[in-house]
């Protein structure tokens, strides 16, 4: 079974920054397209960044500008780095496979707040 970890959050200030990371105990890491989402309190779980096997990476318009994701498929981990951090990023942020997901790691908690 597939294990997901996610690291790095924390408390942090509006226009701070947090480097997340994703560790992962897949074997062919780079055989798919993986992402980073985010749930906030009272919300639904919701996409942030993904990367495709092909190199290709994207974010969303509520993060563009501000946040890059990325991967290294030799070390099988992937990083989301953040920055100018807005109170609406607070929340639980986990990486998974886009699509169809692996069973879901923890999460790390990012909270921006001053």
């Known amino acids: 079974q597939v294990q997901l970890v996610e690291s790095g959050g924390g408390l942090v200030q509006p226009g701070g920054s947090l480097r997340l990371s994703c560790a992962t105990s897949k074997g062919d890491f780079s055989a798919d397209n993986m992402a980073w989402y985010r749930q906030a309190p009272g919300k639904q779980r919701e996409l942030v960044a993904w990367?495709?096997?092909?190199?290709?990476?994207y974010v969303t318009n509520a993060v563009k500008g501000r946040f890059t994701i990325s991967r290294d498929n030799t070390k099988k981990t992937m990083s989301l780095q953040m920055n100018s951090l807005k109170p609406e990023d607070t929340a639980v942020y986990y990486c998974n496979r886009l699509g169809t997901p692996f069973p879901w790691g923890q999460g790390t908690q990012v909270t921006v707040s001053s």
């Open positions: 990367n495709t096997v092909g190199g290709r990476e």
